[in-house]
């Protein structure tokens, strides 16, 4: 079955930086979208980053354009989000996402608290 862990996550302090990982299994990684949402207290679930399977074309929030990064190792089955610059609005649970025959997979979360 599809699965999907995030591991990197922590305490910042703000203009720090931080590097997500998500671990993917039970699908064929390389030829799958992949996505980074994060959803903070209070707030609704939005989409972070993204990267494209075929050429690895990416697009980003505003809000992290320019200070965030997705990439991927397809060997590896991992996908990652180096984050940059953080501020405390970035605190968050970042989960990794994607598609597989029209359903959405999402894994458990992993906690980023931006903070001095």
């Known amino acids: 079955q599809v699965q999907l862990v995030e591991s990197g996550g922590g305490l910042v302090q703000p203009g720090g930086s931080l590097r997500l990982s998500c671990a993917a299994s039970?699908?064929?990684?390389?030829?799958?979208?992949m996505s980074w949402y994060r959803q903070a207290p209070g707030k609704e679930r939005e989409l972070v980053a993204r990267?494209?399977?075929?050429?690895?074309?990416?697009n980003y929030a505003d809000s992290v354009k320019g200070r965030f990064i997705i990439s991927r190792d397809n060997p590896k089955n991992t996908v990652y989000l180096q984050m940059n610059s953080l501020q405390p609005e970035d605190t968050a649970v970042y989960y990794c996402?994607?598609?597989?025959?029209?359903?959405?997979?999402w894994g458990k979360g992993t906690l980023v608290t931006v903070s001095s």
């Open positions: 996402n994607t598609r597989v025959n029209s359903m959405d997979y």
């Open positions: 039970g699908f064929a990684f390389s030829r799958s979208a």
């Open positions: 990267i494209t399977s075929t050429y690895g074309s990416t």
